[in-house]
Nanobody, 127 residues
């Protein structure tokens, strides 16, 4: 089954940083828009950020703008989400998802539009 794999989560103090990675072992991410989503306990899964297939288009939800940075390395078939200035309310399981979208290389942070998902990586922000 074609699947994404997230890594890089962990426990960090408020104000700290983490870098999440999303990769796929059995398909190439080049023609996919990639989204990052998160789900906190007892809450709905929400969008965080997305990046278009070329990397030129990047979007963020307001709550993470200026703190999170999405990027992609198509040569290494990996998408990253850099989390800086972390807050306790960022605590959640973070998921990456892929949407077939070679052209135009745009992206949207809409959960229902993504076709393939990873299993998630836990991010806990606590002192």
């Amino acid at each position: 089954q074609l699947q994404l794999v997230e890594s890089g989560g962990g426990l960090v103090q408020p104000g700290g940083s983490l870098r999440l990675s999303c990769t796929a072992s059995e398909f190439i991410l080049d023609n996919y828009a990639i989204g990052w989503f998160r789900q906190a306990p007892g809450k709905e899964r929400e969008g965080v950020s997305c990046i278009g297939s070329s990397g030129a288009i990047r979007k963020y939800v307001d709550s993470v703008k200026g703190r999170f940075t999405i990027s992609r390395d198509n040569a290494n078939n990996t998408v990253y989400l850099q989390l800086d200035s972390l807050k306790p309310e960022d605590t959640a399981v973070y998921y990456c998802a892929a949407r077939w979208n070679p052209a135009p290389p745009i992206c949207v942070i809409v959960r229902s539009l993504y076709e393939r998902w990873g299993q998630g990586t836990q991010v806990t922000v606590s002192s």
